[in-house]
């Protein structure tokens, strides 16, 4: 079994992160906590305070999403999601593949009377219940579940030689875990459509395009950018954070109107919280803030 040292990490990133205002200064007030390293098909980390790192390692099978590692994936976010150490989590893989889809061998001799009956692959989507922010690091290829587990974070980055595409209909089927729902409102229909129906794939530069990514990093630095973003969202109020999170994914499923009265209703919430106080004293002080989730 493979461990991530804290230490490793931390020692790659700088210290302090350029910043745009005082109150984004990172007052570093988060203890790191031991993660659960007993996976057998994930790693786990901590590798800068208050930032969960989940890293699928099956490399033999390009990160095929099978069962087993499903658990995994959604044990470890979980228990990330109710870490009170944990402000922001990054989902990546390996250089050569974030995940090459579904397990197709775990998949090719199930019947239709067993994927309906146990609703297969429908506890893949647990990753979109995680409150806290999640970030997608994708290296290589993103393909079918690959490309829709990515989809379920809230903000993807790519790798530049990351290679995306819902390829499922070259196997006799359609994207089963978000792929024809989500890859459609993130890219548009005529596009989605496109490369649903042909299998094609797409590159992270088109996915930047796009909008389905939001930033494209070389190879080898994809995950330390994560981090760093990871690391200034935790920085962060967590009640805000989390607010901000529900208030965008809401107005993703709902009219204008309806988002804007959450919106508003969320944001008068915070005023009842030691975190609001906290960042406007401290600007008006001109010190950083100490947030406390409270
Ligand atoms: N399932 C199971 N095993 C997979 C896999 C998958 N999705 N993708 C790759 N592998 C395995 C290969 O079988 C191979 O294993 P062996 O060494 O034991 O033969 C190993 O990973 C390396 O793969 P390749 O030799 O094929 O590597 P490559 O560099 O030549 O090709 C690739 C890479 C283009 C990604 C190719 O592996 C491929 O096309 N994979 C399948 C992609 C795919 O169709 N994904 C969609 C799956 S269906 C789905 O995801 C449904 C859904 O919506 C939930």
């Not at 196997?171 to 993130?186: E, F, K, M, S, V």
């Not at 530069?205 to 690391?231: C, I, Q, R």
């Not at 805000?240 to 919430?269: I, P």
């Amino acid at each position: 079994m493979q461990s991530i040292t804290s230490v490793r990490l931390t020692s790659r990133l700088p210290l302090t992160f350029n910043h745009a205002t005082r109150k984004s200064q990172i007052v570093s007030r988060f203890s790191t906590t031991a993660p659960r390293l007993d996976y057998e098909h994930i790693i786990v980390s901590t590798p800068v305070p208050g930032v969960r790192q989940v890293t699928l390692n099956r490399p033999k099978a390009l990160n095929a999403l099978f069962t087993p590692l499903i658990l995994e994936v959604n044990d470890a976010l979980k228990a990330a999601d109710s870490d009170d150490e944990v402000g922001a989590i990054v989902i990546t893989g390996g250089q050569k593949a974030f995940a090459a889809g579904a397990d197709i061998k775990e998949m090719k001799d199930k019947t239709f009377a067993e994927v309906y009956k146990h609703s297969f692959i429908r506890n893949w989507s647990d990753a979109t219940q995680i409150r806290k922010p999640l970030l997608a690091a994708v290296n290589g290829y993103a393909l079918g579940g690959g490309c829709e587990l990515a989809m379920m974070a809230d903000i993807i980055y790519a790798g530049e030689k990351a290679v995306f595409g819902q390829p499922e209909i070259k196997l006799g089927i359609i994207p089963g875990a978000g792929g024809t729902q989500r890859l459609t409102r993130l890219i548009g229909k005529s596009r989605a459509m496109e490369y649903i129906l042909t299998g094609k794939t797409f590159t992270a530069k088109e996915a930047l395009e796009w909008g389905l990514v939001s930033a494209v990093h070389p190879v080898d630095t994809l995950v330390d950018e994560a981090l760093k973003t990871a690391s200034l969202i935790a920085s962060h109020g967590r009640l805000a954070v989390q607010a901000a999170k529900e208030a965008v994914n809401y107005g993703t499923q709902v009219g204008l109107d309806q988002g804007l009265l959450y919106e508003r209703r969320l944001f008068h919430s915070l005023f009842a919280t030691k975190d609001q106080k906290e960042g406007m004293s401290a600007f008006a002080e001109k010190r950083a803030a100490v947030f406390k989730g409270e």
